[in-house]
């Protein structure tokens, strides 16, 4: 998907809890929580801790038509 990693980093197949509870979000993301520093803030989501280890740049992955 071509992803721009804005900060933070992606997943970590060597660390297991990527695997279980990390996230990556984009910056509309972070916006929307009002978050000024989103590295390893936390969250609820389906009863499950979110841990957020990185941030993307926004983009767009259907047609805009």
Do not use: C, H
Request: no cysteine.
């Amino acid at each position: 998907m071509n992803l721009r990693v804005s900060s933070g980093r992606l997943f970590d197949k060597t660390i297991q809890s990527d695997q279980v509870e990390s996230v990556v979000v984009n910056e509309n993301f972070v916006r929307a929580m009002g978050w000024d520093n989103p590295i390893n803030q936390t969250f609820e989501y389906d009863s499950i801790k979110r841990n957020v280890i990185g941030v993307v740049k926004n983009f767009n992955y259907t047609d805009f038509l």
